[in-house]
Nanobody, 122 residues
Framework: QVQLVESGGGLVHPGGSLTLSCAAS????????MGWYRQAPGKERELVAT???????KYADSVKGRLTISRDNAKNTVYLQMNSLKPDDTAVYYC????????????????WGQGTQVTVSS
């Protein structure tokens, strides 16, 4: 019903920058919160940042001041601008959206993207 497609991952040197994008499509009536999570090898998936439809943001302490989440509601797209990247930021980054679909207005469902690899290494 809803698909999330991420792009923008890759290999970057420490101190470098990357921008991730995630576009949602399908039977969308309204998207509530959108966000980014990440999972490093051998670790659990963790929250990176979230943003509500009104623009309220929340960040993990480890990324505050370096990563910025934003969204374009008209395009159903969420972005993650990543600056001053560190090796500890290496992980698969997953996009998440909580969505009310046109086929079930009474329910909010969560959807995940397929993940995009970010590697920070010299």
């Amino acid at each position: 019903q809803v698909q999330l497609v991420e792009s923008g991952g890759g290999l970057v040197h420490p101190g470098g920058s990357l921008t991730l994008s995630c576009a949602a499509s399908g039977s969308i009536f309204r998207i509530n919160t959108m966000g980014w999570y990440r999972q490093a090898p051998g670790k659990e998936r963790e929250l990176v940042a979230t943003i509500t439809s009104g623009g309220t943001t929340k960040y993990a302490d480890s990324v505050k001041g370096r990563l910025t989440i934003s969204r374009d509601n008209a395009k159903n797209t969420v972005y993650l601008q990543m600056n001053s990247l560190k090796p500890d930021d290496t992980a698969v980054y997953y996009c998440y959206s909580s969505v009310v679909t046109t086929t079930n207005y009474g329910t909010v469902n969560g959807y995940w993207g397929q993940g995009t690899q970010v590697t920070v290494s010299s």
